[in-house]
C-alpha cells in the first residue's frame, strides 16, 4: 500500500454535519455546517464556519447566537434538506418536519428531535477567504433523557449518530471501548465490570418491585 500525494484540500473526515439553528422563536432558520467543532473545554468554547452568502451568517451576526444541534439517522433527511434549501424565503423547520423549541439561555430555537443542542453565543467573528468562523461560548447544554442511561450518563450508542466525509453521509458504527481502553488495567476492567453488573442488578430490582405494585394495584 502507497499514499500519494494530493493538492490542498478539506480531506479531514468524518465531521458532524450539524443542524446550526439561529434566529428566534417567533422567526426561527436552520442550516447544515460540517465546519464545526471544540475550540476549548475551558472555557468550553465552539466554531462554525459559514459562507458569508449564507442567510445564517447575517442572522448569527445580527443576534450573536446559534445553537449546534446534534444529527442522527433520524434526522438525516432533515439534515440533508436544510444544507440545500436557503432561510430567505423557505421555513425550514417546516419543510423539513422539525420542531423549534426554546432554549435555556439563547434565543435562537433548539431542535427538539435533536438529542443533545448546545446553546452558544458568539465571541468573535473571523472572516478566512472562503468561511467566516464564528467563535462561540456554549452557555448551556440540552440533553433528551431518553438517551440517558442506569448510571445517569449520556449514551448515544443508539442514537445512529450522523457522520459526513466527502460528499457522503454515513451513520456510526458499533462501540468499540472508552477513552483510554486500549490502556487500562486489567483490575480495572473488572472494577468497572463490577460496578456495572450492580448497577444492572439495581436497576433490575427496581423494575420488579415496580411491576409487583401494579400487579397488586390491579387486584384492589
Known amino acids: 500500500m502507497t499514499k500519494i500525494t494530493w493538492k490542498p484540500g478539506t480531506m479531514l473526515a468524518p465531521v458532524p454535519p450539524a443542524l446550526i439553528s439561529c434566529g428566534t422563536m417567533e422567526k426561527p432558520n436552520v442550516m447544515t455546517a460540517a465546519w464545526t467543532g471544540i475550540i476549548c473545554s475551558d472555557p468550553t468554547l465552539v466554531y462554525v464556519s459559514i459562507r458569508p452568502s449564507r442567510f445564517s451568517n447575517t442572522l448569527i451576526r445580527e443576534t450573536g447566537e446559534f445553537v449546534i444541534n446534534v444529527p442522527t439517522i433520524a434526522l438525516a433527511k432533515a439534515v440533508d434538506l436544510c444544507g440545500v434549501k436557503s432561510g430567505r424565503n423557505t421555513d425550514k423547520f417546516k419543510l423539513a418536519h422539525i420542531t423549534p423549541e426554546p432554549c435555556s439561555v439563547v434565543s435562537a430555537p433548539q431542535i427538539k428531535e435533536s438529542p443533545v443542542s448546545l446553546e452558544c ?55 468499540i471501548g472508552k477513552f483510554g481502553w486500549s490502556v487500562e ?25 415496580h411491576g409487583k405494585i401494579k400487579k397488586e394495584s390491579g387486584k384492589k
Request: glycine share 4%; aromatic share 8%.
Open 121 to 175: 453565543k458568539v465571541k468573535n467573528i473571523t472572516s478566512y477567504g472562503t468561511h467566516d468562523m464564528f467563535l462561540a461560548e456554549v452557555v448551556a447544554v440540552n440533553v433528551d433523557d431518553a438517551y440517558i442511561n442506569s448510571a445517569q450518563a449520556l449514551d448515544l450508542s443508539k442514537a445512529g449518530l450522523l457522520a459526513y466525509a466527502h460528499g457522503f453521509y454515513y451513520t456510526l458504527g458499533k462501540k
Open 185 to 209: 488495567k486489567k483490575s480495572t476492567k473488572r472494577k468497572r465490570a463490577a460496578r456495572l453488573s450492580q448497577q444492572k442488578s439495581a436497576t433490575l430490582t427496581s423494575v420488579r418491585k
